[in-house]
């Protein structure tokens, strides 16, 4: 069965600092993973999908299919980055299995 | 623009009243889905469902029940809520099988007393 962890349900750093957030997955078939973002008063969102290979917000993410793992990235926090992080893992059909989340502070 | 809607946002209601949620999409989707969040537990799936008259169980199902009758709605019903049942609850669709974005609605935070 599937299975997405994020091992630190609370992250908090200082602006400027890196930040990385922790996602590992169990999944015996080809992967697709994603970071999905929930700020404040707002709805979940797309923030970045593995395939893509892109940096959205300065953030980057980078499947390692070896260690399972798909951690979140930024070199530099910002404030505008405190939120609540969810990892998905995308398997059969079309469901996303989500991880428990993380909730990034970033302190000023 | 295209959008996912859920209402109501807020509901409380008494312990074995039924319930229902809904959730209306214009992006032609076919795939939609409802989720519920708690902490600790992150985002759950309820049911889901891969077209009009298509309805899948997801992995906490019981309780719940979700039926399909196009390709905008996808009402989920709570038959008897139980105060376990308290949570925010997530609508959200997907255009194509694995490659597609999820969009979400607002949510829908539900208190069963």
């Known amino acids: 069965a599937q299975r997405v962890t994020q091992p630190e349900k609370l992250l908090s750093v200082f602006k400027g600092a890196p930040v990385e957030l922790k996602c590992n997955y169990s999944y015996s078939g080809s992967p697709e993973l994603f970071w999905y973002v929930q700020y404040s008063r707002q709805r979940l969102q797309l923030l970045l999908r593995?395939?893509s290979r892109e940096s959205i917000k300065g953030f980057t993410a980078d499947l390692n299919k070896g260690e399972t793992s798909f951690h979140l990235k930024k070199p530099f926090a910002q404030e505008e980055d405190s939120a609540m992080y969810y990892c998905?893992?995308?398997?059969?059909?079309?469901?996303?299995?989500f991880g428990e989340g993380t909730q990034l502070t970033v302190n000023p | 623009d295209a959008e996912i809607t859920q209402s109501p946002r807020h509901k409380i209601t008494e312990t074995g009243r039924q319930v229902t949620l809904a959730c209306h999409q214009t992006w032609n989707h076919n795939n939609m889905f409802w989720y519920r969040q708690d902490l600790g537990h992150g985002l759950r799936l309820i049911h889901y469902s891969y077209g009009v008259h298509d309805t899948n169980k997801g992995e906490v199902s019981d309780g719940y029940s979700v039926s399909r009758s196009n390709t905008e709605d996808l009402p989920l019903t709570l038959e008897s809520a139980a105060s376990s049942q308290t949570s925010v609850y997530f609508c959200?669709?997907?255009?194509?099988?694995?490659?597609?974005?999820?969009?979400f609605g607002e949510g829908s935070r539900l208190t069963v007393l």
């Open positions: 998905a893992l995308g398997t059969s059909g079309s469901r996303l299995t």
């Open positions: 593995h395939i």
């Open positions: 959200a669709s997907r255009r194509t099988a694995n490659t597609g974005e999820l969009f």
